[in-house]
């Protein structure tokens, strides 16, 4: 599975630490930045992101702002996104179950690192429910 992670200046370290995290359990990862701590605009990320996940260049998007308010807002202007800001297991868990992210976010500055990976195992460890949580999907992109 690839998974493409994103972040602005206030999630970069959370961001890099995903990178290791999951480079280390065997993911293939595109990192799109940023990569310093010099002030970049949130948007900007989200773009990259929500056009490589459209593109299809990876299965799943991670993007960490410094509250991931922010970067949410900014990749559900894309059609197509459905980005979910996740703050505990049963959100981690009805975000792929009844929403089918296909972005998953989190705050940089908000949450700890052992949080957002447990959050992120149990995403990617639930499965999509389809059924007439697709009729409400297919009315999101109408
Ligand atoms: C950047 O300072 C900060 O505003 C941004 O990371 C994010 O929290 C916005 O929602």
Same mark, same amino acid.
């Given at each position: ?13 959370? &961001?890099? *630490? ?5 480079? =280390?359990?065997?993911?293939? +990862?595109?990192?799109? %930045? #940023? ?12 773009? &990259?992101? *929500? ?5 299809? =260049?990876?299965?799943?998007? +991670?993007?960490?702002? %410094? #509250? ?14 459905? *980005? ?59």
């Amino acid at each position: 599975m690839k998974i493409a992670i994103a972040s602005d200046h206030g999630g970069l370290d959370m &961001k890099n *630490a995903l990178v290791q995290h999951f480079a =280390k359990q065997g993911f293939d +990862i595109d990192d799109l %930045g #940023t990569n310093s701590t010099d002030s970049v605009d949130y948007p900007d990320y989200a773009d &990259k992101m *929500a056009e490589h996940i459209l593109a299809q =260049k990876a299965e799943l998007g +991670i993007l960490v702002c %410094g #509250t991931g308010v922010g970067i949410s807002i900014a990749a559900n202007r894309h059609k197509g996104i459905r *980005a979910a800001l996740i703050y505990d297991e049963f959100v981690a868990q009805m975000a792929k179950a009844h929403n089918n992210a296909n972005i998953i976010v989190f705050g940089g500055r908000t949450m700890n690192i052992e949080d957002v990976i447990k959050y992120c195992t149990i995403f990617i460890n639930t499965k999509f429910e389809s059924g007439r949580h697709q009729n409400r999907l297919n009315k999101l992109d109408d």
